[in-house]
């Protein structure tokens, strides 16, 4: 069936490192592609999301760039610090509902 | 996303126990979802509800009964029939879910069901 994959599931990096994850999907037909951040017990937060009509949208030290042709799409998180330490998920409009899937997740670490 | 919240954050489960998870939301969306969490697993959908008495099942809905009575609230039954709900459960909303236009969801705290 429809489904996000999502790599690497566990990511450990030096505090001012950059980050990357990414995420591949099945439906060719997606067009909405949002990234949550949740740290430990709480509720998943949006931190940026993208369309289908644009190939990058950045927002202060976050990016994710879309590759349609490729069906996947990445987040980028510059200049790391440790609160930036979570699990990050993505997530991609699949079905005929309309609904959204979501990848494993992946643990971030950031040593100081 | 403070606008939508779950209680309790916490509930136990004793064997052949129904019991019902509550979600509200004050920010007049239309669509309301139900999602499970499990350890090292991403969300996944149990069941969703795109306006007031109308609702779908979601890829787990087995075990599980919502209802969608007022625009605010979407109430989900943990049925005797789901053998295995120990899980962190979440409601989010959004504010439309046509077609394939996909809005933004948000998300409630959680509630974390345990089984006695």
């Known amino acids: 069936g429809e489904n996000v994959e999502q790599h690497p599931s566990t990511l450990s990096v030096q505090e001012g490192d950059s980050a990357v994850i990414k995420c591949t999907y099945s439906d060719s037909a997606s067009n909405y592609f949002p990234w949550y951040k949740q740290e430990l017990g709480k509720r998943p937060q949006l931190i940026i999301d993208?369309?289908?009509?644009?190939g990058e949208k950045k927002d202060q030290r976050i990016a994710v760039t879309l590759n349609k042709t490729a069906k996947h799409f990445s987040l980028h998180i510059t200049e790391t610090q440790p609160e930036d330490s979570a699990v990050y998920f993505c997530a991609a409009l699949l079905g005929s509902q309309g609904n959204l899937i979501f990848g494993k997740g992946t643990k971030l670490s950031v040593k100081p | 996303d403070g606008g939508i919240t779950q209680s309790p954050k916490y509930l136990f489960r004793k064997e052949g126990q129904n019991v019902t998870l509550s979600c509200e939301q004050n920010?007049?969306?239309?669509?309301m979802y139900w999602y499970r969490q499990d350890p090292g697993q991403g969300l996944r959908l149990i069941y969703y509800s795109q306006i007031v008495n109308d609702f779908q099942k979601g890829d787990i809905a087995e075990g599980y009964s919502v209802s969608r009575e007022k625009k605010e609230s979407f109430p989900l039954t943990v049925t005797s029939a789901q053998k295995n709900p120990t899980a962190f459960y979440l409601c989010?909303?959004?504010?439309?879910?046509?077609?394939?236009?996909?809005?933004?969801?948000?998300f409630g705290p959680g509630t974390r069901l345990l089984v006695l």
């Open positions: 993208i369309r289908s009509n644009v």
């Open positions: 920010l007049n969306h239309d669509a």
């Open positions: 989010a909303s959004s504010r439309t879910a046509s077609g394939r236009r996909q809005e933004t969801q948000y």
